[in-house]
Nanobody
Framework: QVQLAESGGGLVQAGGSLRLSCTAS????????MAWYRQTPGKQRELLAS???????NTADSVKGRFTISRDNAKNTVYLQMNRLKPEDTAIYYC???????????????WGLGTQVTVSS
C-alpha cells in the first residue's frame, strides 16, 4: 500500500506565498516522476509542474516564474513553492507520483487527496 499526503494549503492574500509538501509512504521500491496538479470546479485537472528522480523539472507556462517544484528523495517528498499568488490560483492542489513497489513491476500512478489553496483579493 502506498499513500501520498499533501500539506501546506490554506488561505493567503494575493501576492503572498505558500509552500506545499507531499510525502509518499508505504511499500515503496522507487519513486519516479513526481508532479503537482490543480483543479477547480468544472475544469479539467491541470498539470503545473513535474520533477524526475534525477531532478529535471518542467513547469507549465501558466505558473512559470511564480511556482517552483523541488524534491527531497531521502524524505520521499516533493514541494511546490508558490509565490506572487493570484486569486485565480485558488484550487485544490494534488500531488501525483509514479511509484514502483517492486523492482520487477511496472510503476503505478498514485494521487494524494488534495489540499485546498484559497487566494483572496
Amino acid at each position: 500500500q502506498v499513500q501520498l499526503a499533501e500539506s501546506g494549503g490554506g488561505l493567503v492574500q494575493a501576492g503572498g506565498s505558500l509552500r506545499l509538501s507531499c510525502t509518499a509512504s508505504g511499500d515503496i521500491f522507487k519513486i519516479n516522476t513526481m508532479a503537482w496538479y490543480r483543479q477547480t470546479p468544472g475544469k479539467q485537472r491541470e498539470l503545473l509542474a513535474s520533477i524526475t528522480s534525477g531532478g529535471s523539472t518542467n513547469t507549465a507556462d501558466s505558473v512559470k516564474g511564480r511556482f517552483t517544484i523541488s524534491r527531497d528523495n531521502a524524505k520521499n517528498t516533493v514541494y511546490l513553492q508558490m509565490n506572487r499568488l493570484k486569486p485565480e490560483d485558488t484550487a485544490i492542489y494534488y500531488c501525483n507520483a509514479g511509484i514502483n513497489q517492486r523492482w520487477y513491476e511496472q510503476q503505478s500512478d498514485y494521487w494524494g487527496l488534495g489540499t485546498q489553496v484559497t487566494v483572496s483579493s
